[in-house]
């Protein structure tokens, strides 16, 4: 049986964005908001994907292990506030190496699918980037754009977005009341 989800982006979404890579864990900084968006989506018991481009690893600027490491304290951090996240999917490639994971292409999101049972249909996708909302409108997720990180980057002609709010916060509550 499917289910619905909520793939969120990560970089400018649940941490704050960082024009230079993040590179080291202290470089990781949650979001003002993510605590309590991580604790709504918990009692809302939806599935969370995180889905992010790390080109940081393919260009050397970090590696797989530091990566990993956020990861873990990330799911860590989201469990302690009831929120389950099964599932971090990454994509370390540079854009020019024409990978088919890179956001907006599909095999993150369609990799965590099948492992978790996961169904487009009535799932979200919560990002920043006119990446992100390139890859929902692809794969029919409902788009919510937030403000922060790259959310005020021009979107390409013809990909819509349900909503736009101010933070990841927002864009929880919001999902919160369209369930």
Same mark, same amino acid.
């Given at each position: 049986?499917?289910?619905?989800?909520? @793939?969120?982006?990560? !970089?400018?979404?649940?941490?704050?964005?960082? %024009?230079?890579?993040?590179?080291?864990?202290? !470089? @990781?900084?949650?979001?003002?908001?993510?605590?309590? +968006?991580? /604790?709504?989506?918990?009692?809302?018991?939806?599935?969370?994907?995180?889905?992010?481009?790390? &080109?940081?690893?393919?260009?050397?600027?970090?590696? %797989? *292990?530091? #990566?990993?490491?956020?990861?873990?304290?990330?799911?860590? *951090?989201?469990?302690?506030?009831?929120? &389950?996240?099964? &599932?971090?999917?990454? $994509?370390?490639?540079?854009?020019? *190496?024409? $990978?088919? $994971?890179?956001? =907006?292409? =599909?095999?993150? @999101?369609? /990799?965590?699918? +099948?492992?978790?049972?996961?169904?487009?249909?009535?799932?979200?996708?919560?990002?920043? &980037? =006119? $990446? !992100?909302?390139?890859? +929902?409108?692809?794969?029919?997720?409902?788009?919510?754009? #937030?403000?922060?990180?790259?959310?005020? *980057?021009?979107? =390409?002609?013809? #990909?819509?977005?349900?909503?736009?709010? !101010?933070? @990841?916060?927002?864009?929880?509550?919001?999902?919160?009341?369209?369930?």
């Amino acid at each position: 049986m499917s289910r619905a989800a909520v @793939f969120l982006d990560r !970089d400018g979404v649940i941490n704050e964005y960082v %024009r230079e890579y993040v590179r080291t864990v202290d !470089d @990781f900084v949650l979001q003002t908001g993510a605590a309590e +968006a991580f /604790r709504l989506l918990g009692r809302l018991e939806l599935p969370i994907v995180v889905v992010t481009n790390q &080109s940081g690893i393919g260009r050397g600027y970090t590696t %797989r *292990e530091i #990566v990993d490491e956020i990861h873990r304290g990330l799911v860590e *951090e989201a469990a302690r506030q009831g929120a &389950s996240i099964v &599932s971090v999917e990454v $994509c370390p490639h540079r854009p020019d *190496e024409g $990978c088919r $994971c890179r956001k =907006p292409g =599909p095999a993150l @999101f369609e /990799r965590a699918a +099948a492992a978790h049972h996961l169904s487009w249909e009535g799932s979200w996708m919560v990002g920043d &980037s =006119p $990446c !992100d909302m390139e890859a +929902a409108a692809a794969l029919g997720l409902r788009a919510v754009r #937030v403000r922060t990180g790259r959310g005020e *980057e021009p979107l =390409p002609p013809g #990909v819509p977005v349900e909503v736009t709010t !101010d933070d @990841f916060l927002s864009a929880c509550r919001w999902i919160a009341g369209e369930r």
